[in-house]
Protein backbone atom coordinates (compact mmCIF):
# COMPACT_ATOMS: atom_id res chain seq x y z
CA UNK A 1 0.00 0.00 0.00
CA UNK A 2 3.00 2.70 0.37
CA UNK A 3 4.36 1.67 -2.96
CA UNK A 4 1.10 2.15 -4.14
CA UNK A 5 0.48 5.75 -2.36
CA UNK A 6 4.15 6.84 -3.40
CA UNK A 7 3.52 5.48 -7.10
CA UNK A 8 0.55 7.58 -7.02
CA UNK A 9 2.18 10.89 -5.73
CA UNK A 10 4.88 10.50 -8.45
CA UNK A 11 2.35 10.52 -11.20
CA UNK A 12 0.43 13.71 -9.60
CA UNK A 13 4.11 15.27 -9.67
CA UNK A 14 5.11 13.77 -13.77
CA UNK A 15 1.95 13.56 -15.29
CA UNK A 16 0.11 16.58 -16.35
CA UNK A 17 -3.68 16.77 -15.81
CA UNK A 18 -3.29 13.63 -13.12
CA UNK A 19 -5.70 14.02 -9.88
CA UNK A 20 -5.31 11.22 -7.56
CA UNK A 21 -8.85 12.44 -5.93
CA UNK A 22 -10.40 11.40 -9.39
CA UNK A 23 -9.25 8.09 -9.23
CA UNK A 24 -12.07 7.43 -6.42
CA UNK A 25 -14.40 7.35 -8.50
CA UNK A 26 -12.78 5.37 -11.44
CA UNK A 27 -13.95 2.05 -11.13
CA UNK A 28 -11.60 -0.15 -12.84
CA UNK A 29 -9.03 1.43 -11.46
CA UNK A 30 -10.04 0.50 -7.54
CA UNK A 31 -11.26 -2.88 -9.47
CA UNK A 32 -7.53 -3.44 -10.48
CA UNK A 33 -6.10 -2.59 -7.43
CA UNK A 34 -8.18 -4.51 -4.70
CA UNK A 35 -7.25 -7.50 -7.20
CA UNK A 36 -3.43 -6.11 -7.44
CA UNK A 37 -3.73 -6.11 -3.71
CA UNK A 38 -4.89 -9.63 -2.94
CA UNK A 39 -2.65 -11.13 -5.77
CA UNK A 40 0.47 -9.79 -3.74
CA UNK A 41 -0.83 -10.55 -0.37
CA UNK A 42 -0.01 -13.90 -1.86
CA UNK A 43 3.33 -13.76 -3.76
CA UNK A 44 6.88 -13.26 -2.09
CA UNK A 45 8.32 -12.66 -5.24
CA UNK A 46 9.42 -9.07 -6.40
CA UNK A 47 9.40 -9.33 -9.78
CA UNK A 48 5.54 -10.09 -9.23
CA UNK A 49 4.83 -6.86 -7.08
CA UNK A 50 6.44 -4.98 -9.67
CA UNK A 51 4.06 -5.98 -12.02
CA UNK A 52 1.35 -5.31 -10.02
CA UNK A 53 2.68 -2.42 -9.16
CA UNK A 54 2.74 -1.39 -12.49
CA UNK A 55 -0.63 -2.82 -13.40
CA UNK A 56 -2.29 -0.46 -10.83
CA UNK A 57 -0.11 2.69 -12.36
CA UNK A 58 -1.10 2.31 -15.79
CA UNK A 59 -4.73 1.55 -15.22
CA UNK A 60 -4.73 4.66 -13.12
CA UNK A 61 -3.73 6.40 -16.49
CA UNK A 62 -6.23 5.05 -18.08
CA UNK A 63 -4.01 2.85 -20.19
CA UNK A 64 -5.23 1.81 -23.73
CA UNK A 65 -5.59 -2.10 -22.61
CA UNK A 66 -9.32 -2.96 -22.07
CA UNK A 67 -10.92 -3.18 -18.72
CA UNK A 68 -11.56 -6.90 -19.45
CA UNK A 69 -8.15 -7.63 -20.23
CA UNK A 70 -6.44 -6.30 -17.40
CA UNK A 71 -8.84 -8.30 -15.37
CA UNK A 72 -7.38 -11.42 -17.87
CA UNK A 73 -3.88 -10.20 -17.60
CA UNK A 74 -3.96 -9.72 -13.51
CA UNK A 75 -5.02 -13.54 -12.83
CA UNK A 76 -2.29 -14.31 -15.05
CA UNK A 77 -0.16 -12.62 -12.66
CA UNK A 78 -1.26 -14.34 -10.29
CA UNK A 79 -0.85 -17.95 -11.88
CA UNK A 80 2.64 -17.37 -13.22
CA UNK A 81 5.88 -17.06 -11.30
CA UNK A 82 8.31 -14.65 -11.64
CA UNK A 83 10.19 -17.11 -14.84
CA UNK A 84 7.34 -16.36 -17.16
CA UNK A 85 7.32 -12.78 -16.96
CA UNK A 86 11.46 -12.79 -17.67
CA UNK A 87 10.77 -15.04 -20.24
CA UNK A 88 7.83 -12.90 -21.61
CA UNK A 89 10.69 -9.88 -21.62
CA UNK A 90 13.27 -11.70 -23.65
CA UNK A 91 10.60 -13.41 -26.08
CA UNK A 92 9.49 -9.38 -27.03
CA UNK A 93 12.70 -9.12 -28.81
CA UNK A 94 15.29 -11.74 -27.86
CA UNK A 95 17.94 -10.03 -29.85
CA UNK A 96 17.87 -6.76 -28.39
CA UNK A 97 17.25 -8.55 -24.81
CA UNK A 98 20.92 -10.47 -25.59
CA UNK A 99 22.51 -7.39 -26.55
CA UNK A 100 21.64 -5.29 -24.17
CA UNK A 101 22.82 -7.59 -21.75
CA UNK A 102 26.60 -7.79 -23.50
CA UNK A 103 25.64 -11.24 -25.23
CA UNK A 104 26.47 -12.89 -28.34
CA UNK A 105 23.25 -12.37 -30.69
CA UNK A 106 24.29 -13.70 -34.23
CA UNK A 107 23.57 -16.95 -34.72
CA UNK A 108 24.24 -19.36 -37.65
CA UNK A 109 21.78 -21.79 -36.99
CA UNK A 110 20.20 -23.12 -33.94
CA UNK A 111 16.90 -23.47 -31.28
CA UNK A 112 15.02 -21.24 -29.63
CA UNK A 113 16.31 -23.33 -26.56
CA UNK A 114 19.84 -21.97 -27.45
CA UNK A 115 18.61 -18.02 -26.83
CA UNK A 116 16.97 -18.99 -23.39
CA UNK A 117 19.53 -21.09 -21.94
CA UNK A 118 22.30 -17.89 -23.20
CA UNK A 119 20.39 -15.46 -21.05
CA UNK A 120 19.14 -17.62 -18.44
CA UNK A 121 22.05 -20.03 -17.51
CA UNK A 122 19.83 -21.03 -15.09
CA UNK A 123 17.70 -22.76 -16.41
CA UNK A 124 19.92 -24.60 -18.36
CA UNK A 125 19.73 -27.67 -15.85
CA UNK A 126 15.58 -27.54 -15.84
CA UNK A 127 14.56 -28.18 -19.34
CA UNK A 128 11.25 -29.68 -18.07
CA UNK A 129 10.57 -26.87 -15.96
CA UNK A 130 11.43 -24.37 -18.93
CA UNK A 131 8.68 -26.13 -21.77
CA UNK A 132 5.92 -25.78 -18.82
CA UNK A 133 6.78 -22.04 -18.61
CA UNK A 134 6.44 -21.53 -22.55
CA UNK A 135 3.04 -23.88 -22.54
CA UNK A 136 1.97 -21.73 -20.34
CA UNK A 137 2.76 -18.93 -22.03
CA UNK A 138 1.55 -20.32 -25.62
CA UNK A 139 -1.52 -21.42 -24.04
CA UNK A 140 -2.47 -18.33 -22.44
CA UNK A 141 -2.14 -16.55 -26.04
CA UNK A 142 0.72 -14.50 -24.87
CA UNK A 143 3.41 -16.23 -27.28
CA UNK A 144 3.44 -18.15 -30.35
CA UNK A 145 6.14 -20.45 -29.30
CA UNK A 146 5.14 -23.47 -27.12
CA UNK A 147 7.41 -25.58 -25.45
CA UNK A 148 7.39 -27.99 -29.15
CA UNK A 149 9.18 -24.92 -30.63
CA UNK A 150 12.12 -24.65 -27.91
CA UNK A 151 14.48 -27.26 -29.92
CA UNK A 152 13.06 -26.75 -33.79
CA UNK A 153 16.05 -26.02 -35.62
CA UNK A 154 16.04 -22.56 -37.60
CA UNK A 155 18.10 -19.58 -39.01
CA UNK A 156 20.51 -17.32 -36.59
CA UNK A 157 17.62 -14.58 -37.43
CA UNK A 158 14.66 -16.75 -36.59
CA UNK A 159 16.36 -17.47 -33.13
CA UNK A 160 16.22 -14.30 -32.22
CA UNK A 161 12.88 -12.94 -33.87
CA UNK A 162 10.28 -11.63 -31.74
CA UNK A 163 7.70 -14.23 -30.35
CA UNK A 164 4.74 -12.54 -28.76
CA UNK A 165 1.54 -11.98 -29.84
CA UNK A 166 0.13 -8.61 -29.86
CA UNK A 167 -1.72 -9.76 -26.64
CA UNK A 168 1.51 -10.70 -25.38
CA UNK A 169 2.48 -7.14 -26.28
CA UNK A 170 -0.61 -5.71 -24.67
CA UNK A 171 0.79 -7.74 -21.29
CA UNK A 172 3.89 -6.48 -20.96
CA UNK A 173 3.03 -3.04 -21.93
CA UNK A 174 0.27 -3.28 -19.09
CA UNK A 175 2.70 -4.77 -16.59
CA UNK A 176 5.59 -2.31 -17.55
CA UNK A 177 6.51 0.96 -15.49
CA UNK A 178 4.81 3.64 -17.71
CA UNK A 179 6.97 5.48 -19.75
CA UNK A 180 5.39 8.90 -17.63
CA UNK A 181 7.56 7.64 -15.16
CA UNK A 182 10.73 6.50 -17.22
Do not use: C
Amino acid sequence: MIMIDERLKELEVKVDRFNIEQLSTNENFLSVTLQATQISLRTHQDDKRVALLNAITNSALSTSVDENLQQMFLSFIDIFNEWHLRILVLLKDPKQYLEAAGLNSNFSMGGLSDVVYLAYTELRSNDEFTKQIFNDLYNKGLSGTGASGLNTMMTGSGMVAPRLSRMGVQFLEFISEPSELR
